[in-house]
C-alpha cells in the first residue's frame, strides 16, 4: 500500500481578499504561515515521514510546503517544483473580488467560471504584462502549453500527465510523497485518482492547509482517503470556500 498525502496552500493574501488569483504570484498571510505549520505538526503527531516533495512554482504553495516540512523536522526532503502543479490560469478573472464579480454577473455566472469543467473565463490578452509569456520562470515552455486562461478540464490536461509520468513512477519505487498544491490542481487530480465525473466535481471544494492522505493499491488505485484533523473544522472550511463566490447579502 502507498500513502500519499495531498495539500492545498494555507491562506494566501487573495484568498483573504477573496480576489481570482489563478497564476499570479501571491504569499500566504501569517494564518497561512501559522495554518501550515499547523498542518506539519499534525503529520508529525501522525507519524508521517517524505521522501520526496513536489509542489507548483508558485509561492503560496512552495512555502507551504517548506513550513509543513520544518515542522517536520525534514527540509532535507528533495523538493521538485513543476508548473504543471500550478493552480488553474484563471484568465481575465484574476486580481478581480470574487463576491463584487458575483454582484455584477450574477451568482450562477460566477459558479460557471469558478467550477464549471469545461468552460474557461475569458483570456488574458497576448499583450497583458501578466500573461505568462512575460514571466521568465515559463520561458522554457512552448507557446502551446502557456494558458492564457483554463477550465478544469485543461487543468487535468496537464496535471494527469505529470502525474503519470513523474509522480507515479516514484510512488511505485516506494517513495512516501506529499504533494502542496492548489485547490483547483488537486481537484484535477482528485477527479483522476477517484474517477469522479465531471458534474459531481463542481460540488468538490478543497479547505486550506488541511492534510488530505490517499492510501493507494500498487496499482495507484486509492483504497480510502481522509482529512487529518477536525473534521467539523474542515467540513466548516469547504462550505466557506464554495460560499467565496457568491455576492454579499445586503
Ligand atoms: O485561484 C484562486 O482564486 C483560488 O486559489 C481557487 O479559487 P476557486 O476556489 O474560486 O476556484
Redesign the pocket.
Known amino acids: 500500500m502507498h500513502k500519499l498525502v495531498l495539500m492545498r496552500h494555507g491562506e494566501?493574501q487573495?484568498?483573504l481578499d477573496n480576489?481570482?488569483?489563478?497564476w499570479t504570484d501571491v504569499d500566504l498571510t501569517e494564518k497561512g504561515r501559522e495554518e501550515a505549520r499547523r498542518a506539519g505538526a499534525l503529520l508529525k503527531q501522525e507519524g508521517f515521514e517524505f521522501d520526496i516533495a513536489y509542489t507548483s512554482v508558485l509561492k503560496r504553495a512552495i512555502r507551504t510546503l517548506w513550513l509543513t516540512l520544518d515542522e517536520l523536522d525534514a527540509m532535507y526532503v528533495p523538493v521538485i517544483n513543476d508548473w504543471h502543479l500550478n493552480?488553474?490560469h484563471?484568465g481575465a478573472l484574476q486580481g478581480l473580488n470574487?463576491s463584487e464579480t458575483a454582484a455584477k454577473y450574477g451568482d450562477e455566472q460566477v459558479l460557471v467560471w469558478?467550477?464549471a469543467y469545461a468552460i474557461a473565463p475569458n483570456p488574458l490578452d497576448i499583450d497583458d504584462p501578466r500573461h505568462p509569456r512575460f514571466d521568465p520562470r515559463y520561458a522554457s515552455l512552448s507557446p502551446s502549453e502557456l494558458p492564457a486562461t483554463e477550465c478544469l478540464k485543461d487543468t487535468v490536461d496537464r496535471v494527469v500527465p505529470f502525474w503519470n509520468d513523474t509522480i507515479a513512477p516514484s510512488l511505485r519505487a516506494g517513495k512516501r510523497t506529499i504533494i502542496a498544491a492548489?485547490?483547483?490542481s488537486l481537484r484535477a487530480l482528485i477527479k483522476f485518482l477517484d474517477g469522479v465525473s465531471d458534474e459531481e466535481i463542481v460540488g468538490l471544494?478543497i479547505p486550506t492547509a488541511q492534510p488530505l492522505v490517499y492510501e493507494l493499491d500498487d496499482d495507484l488505485r486509492p483504497i480510502r482517503h481522509y482529512y487529518l484533523g477536525n473534521a467539523d473544522e474542515i467540513q466548516a472550511a469547504m462550505a466557506a470556500?464554495a460560499a467565496?463566490?457568491k455576492a454579499k447579502q445586503a
Request: charged letters at 30%; glycine letters at 16%.
Open positions: 494566501s487573495w484568498n480576489r481570482f488569483t489563478g493552480e488553474r484563471y470574487k469558478r467550477r492548489h485547490g483547483n471544494n470556500v467565496q463566490g
